[in-house]
């Protein structure tokens, strides 16, 4: 019995052991594991939400999450929060409740791994840069939880950083700087392609004239032009059609743009102007227009067009280089030439002048010719009708004709045209006389070194062998023409030797006229100078580099190359400045160093250049207007106002390629009642 009570009580002892334990277990499982389930994710969700803002739910809605949250939790979350309630406060409690719900609480990786709606909306203050540095630390990491109410509602708003801001702001301002310096750009772009469109037809002008330029309305006649204008683009575009509806099989459109476009052709012509076209153009404009717009209408191809028009671009300009070349070369050639009216003239005088005894041969006043007080020209010519103008318009319109002094000089081949001519027209009270360049017997080629080089047989080979690799094309045609081979145009450099008596001189070429009296010209001072004349250099043209090979020694070391170049043609010189510093000298030395012409190619003007430099004395613009033989820009008042102007240039006066509006300034000299002129058709 004993054995049995002993064991009776060992076994009820180790029956409440074991009963204690499951309740230990309960107790743990539903109170410490959840309340530590708990603390973990809320510290968890408190951690993730430094980076966002936390969310600030309406009294309304947090009641009714409140009261679905409660009948959500089940017995074990009730037991839970009995026994929590006096371990932690009220708003540790609340973070809890606020980051416990069905997705889970709101953390960097389910913020990541989320697809979010783009409902969700970043909100950024504006803070200026300047007053981010006035925000604190605090202020600076405080982040604000907002909901948005009404249509907006649940969309969560963030608000970024100052110092974010700011970093902000200084990207935005460095693109707005990007965009204004890429906007600039584009702008000097676009200035300078329409600059050097205005340049290229510039030089499109002065070769083919008369052609319709857009960009140069002052060049076209004062007529209204724009019907002419219409047809040419109506042309234009026709082609371009025609082109597209053979290459779409639109045969029959084709056929009938073809015979509009004939009939446009027919009725432009070569009008210029309005005044020129036919009675016809109207129509033509109009039946054109409807066939276009057939066209336009069957055809339009925005691609095709293009890419046709951009074909006609390249085609016609193709076309104006080589008319370019064309008309130079044409135009050098026809500088060479001599019209038949003017050859029919030194003919005719030329019979006259050997029919005359030797006594009437002689001109009067020749006890004037030197005397220094009076007004003395040099005029070296081989043209008589040339010559004649020069000399007309200078006596007319001199307020002292018998004060002026003429002093020609002509080849032997013109010299008794031109003096035939004076016998026959002397120039009133005024003294003239004309001399033979080859009497002049000391000038020869021992002394004068361009005579010798022009004997010589590397300049025939020069300029008369047409395989030479530097003769091909009509930039060097120019230098073929007779002027170069002439002493008359190297005769300028001897006029100390030529007029030894005289102080002062004018020079004029043939090739200009005088429209206001010149003896003012006598009374500048040159200030030691020996040469006046009018500086032709603009802002970087006709300065020295143009004319000298500066990639000589020579030249590199002694002349500057942004000087300044000037004009021949009305120069008045100072013979006796001229004799003391040997002007003569220094242009035989410069000729002399430039006979294999690596100095400069040919002509007068640059050994002048040379030798008058430092030693040019600028003269107003208004005594001396130049290029009415290449130029049709010169300025209408400028010529007006002008005491001579000058026809330099291949474009002479009296050649059939002289432009038209500036012609009058020069014929209005000729003598057209003289029967010699009328004969040989010269007046018409």
């Known amino acids: 019995m004993a054995n049995k009570k002993g064991l009776h009580r060992n076994k009820g002892g180790g029956g409440g052991s074991g009963s204690r334990f499951p309740i230990a277990v309960?107790?743990?499982?539903?109170?410490?594991?959840?309340?530590?389930?708990?603390?973990?994710?809320?510290?968890?969700?408190?951690?993730?939400?430094?980076?966002?803002?936390?969310?600030?739910?309406?009294?309304?809605?947090?009641?009714?999450?409140?009261?679905?949250?409660?009948?959500?939790?089940?017995?074990?979350?009730?037991?839970?929060?009995?026994?929590?309630?006096?371990?932690?406060?009220?708003?540790?409690?609340?973070?809890?409740?606020?980051?416990?719900?069905?997705?889970?609480?709101?953390?960097?990786?389910?913020?990541?791994?989320?697809?979010?709606?783009?409902?969700?909306?970043?909100?950024?203050?504006?803070?200026?840069?300047?007053?981010t540095a006035s925000l604190n630390?605090?202020?600076?990491?405080?982040?604000?939880?907002?909901?948005?109410?009404?249509?907006?509602?649940?969309?969560?708003?963030?608000?970024?950083?100052?110092?974010?801001?700011?970093?902000?702001?200084?990207?935005?301002?460095?693109?707005?700087?990007?965009?204004?310096?890429?906007?600039?750009?584009?702008?000097?772009?676009?200035?300078?392609?329409?600059?050097?469109?205005?340049?290229?037809?510039?030089?499109?002008?002065?070769?083919?004239?008369?052609?319709?330029?857009?960009?140069?309305?002052?060049?076209?006649?004062?007529?209204?032009?724009?019907?002419?204008?219409?047809?040419?683009?109506?042309?234009?575009?026709?082609?371009?059609?025609?082109?597209?509806?053979t290459m779409k099989n639109q045969t029959d459109l084709a056929r009938?743009?073809?015979?509009?476009?004939?009939?446009?052709?027919?009725?432009?012509?070569?009008?210029?102007?309005?005044?020129?076209?036919?009675?016809?153009?109207?129509?033509?404009?109009?039946?054109?227009?409807?066939?276009?717009?057939?066209?336009?209408?069957?055809?339009?191809?925005?691609?095709?067009?293009?890419?046709?028009?951009?074909?006609?671009?390249?085609?016609?300009d193709e076309q104006v280089r080589s008319l370019k070349k064309q008309s130079t070369f044409l135009s050098q050639l026809a500088a060479k030439t001599i019209p038949n009216g003017i050859h029919c003239l030194s003919m005719r005088l030329t019979i006259e002048y050997y029919l005359l005894s030797p006594e009437k041969r002689e001109f009067p006043r020749s006890e004037n010719l030197e005397n220094p007080k009076l007004y003395h020209y040099a005029l070296f010519s081989d043209n008589v009708l040339a010559a004649s103008v020069v000399v007309n318009s200078a006596i007319l319109n001199a307020k002292e004709p018998e004060k002026h002094v003429f002093h020609l000089v002509s080849d032997k081949l013109n010299f008794a045209a031109i003096s035939m001519w004076f016998l026959l027209n002397p120039p009133g009270k005024a003294t003239i006389h004309v001399e033979n360049v080859d009497e002049f017997k000391w000038l020869n080629s021992s002394y004068c070194p361009v005579l010798r080089q022009l004997e010589s047989a590397a300049m025939k080979a020069y300029y008369f062998k047409s395989d030479h690799p530097t003769t091909a094309g009509s930039s060097n045609l120019k230098y073929r023409n007779p002027k170069y081979l002439s002493m008359l145009n190297h005769l300028r450099f001897y006029l100390p030797q030529v007029y030894p008596k005289l102080d002062k001189i004018l020079f004029l070429d043939d090739d200009i006229v005088v429209q206001k009296d010149l003896t003012g010209l006598w009374s500048v001072d040159l200030n030691g100078n020996v040469n006046g004349a009018v500086e032709t250099c603009g802002e970087s043209f006709h300065r020295f580099d143009k004319y000298l090979n500066f990639s000589n020694p020579h030249i590199a070391r002694n002349f500057d190359p942004n000087a300044c170049g000037w004009a021949y043609g009305m120069n008045i010189f100072d013979l006796k400045e001229w004799k003391k510093k040997d002007i003569t000298g220094i242009y035989h030395k410069w000729q002399t160093m430039n006979e294999d012409r690596v100095l400069w190619k040919l002509g007068t003007l640059p050994p002048g250049l040379m030798t008058f430099y430092r030693l040019t004395h600028p003269l107003d613009k208004s005594w001396h207007v130049l290029g009415l033989g290449y130029s049709p820009t010169v300025d209408k008042t400028e010529i007006e106002n002008a005491a001579v102007i000058h026809y330099n240039g291949n474009m002479k006066p009296w050649l059939e390629l002289a432009m038209t509006k500036y012609r009058p300034y020069w014929t209005k000299y000729i003598k057209v009642d003289h029967p010699f002129i009328r004969s040989c058709k010269l007046s018409e």
């Open 26 to 131: 309960v107790i743990f499982v539903s109170i410490l594991a959840p309340l530590l389930f708990f603390v973990g994710r809320g510290i968890y969700a408190t951690t993730a939400t430094t980076s966002f803002e936390p969310f600030s739910v309406s009294s309304d809605e947090q009641d009714v999450e409140d009261s679905s949250m409660k009948q959500d939790l089940d017995w074990r979350e009730k037991l839970a929060l009995q026994n929590v309630k006096s371990l932690f406060s009220r708003e540790v409690i609340d973070v809890i409740k606020a980051n416990t719900n069905d997705l889970g609480p709101f953390s960097l990786d389910s913020f990541r791994k989320s697809n979010l709606s783009a409902s969700w909306k970043f909100i950024r203050q504006e803070i200026p840069v300047d007053q």
């Open 137 to 245: 630390e605090a202020e600076a990491a405080k982040i604000v939880r907002e909901t948005p109410k009404g249509k907006d509602a649940g969309h969560v708003q963030f608000v970024d950083t100052p110092a974010k801001l700011a970093r902000r702001q200084l990207r935005e301002k460095k693109r707005e700087k990007r965009a204004a310096d890429l906007v600039k750009q584009d702008d000097e772009i676009t200035v300078k392609l329409e600059n050097d469109a205005f340049e290229r037809s510039r030089s499109v002008d002065s070769a083919v004239l008369g052609k319709y330029n857009l960009w140069r309305k002052e060049n076209e006649d004062g007529n209204s032009d724009s019907t002419v204008r219409l047809i040419r683009d109506q042309i234009i575009m026709a082609r371009v059609y025609v082109s597209i509806a």
């Open 256 to 316: 009938e743009l073809q015979n509009r476009l004939k009939e446009s052709q027919h009725a432009l012509r070569d009008a210029s102007s309005d005044s020129d076209l036919g009675p016809s153009a109207p129509e033509r404009i109009k039946s054109m227009g409807q066939v276009l717009s057939k066209a336009k209408d069957k055809l339009y191809d925005c691609k095709l067009v293009t890419g046709k028009l951009r074909a006609m671009l390249q085609t016609a």
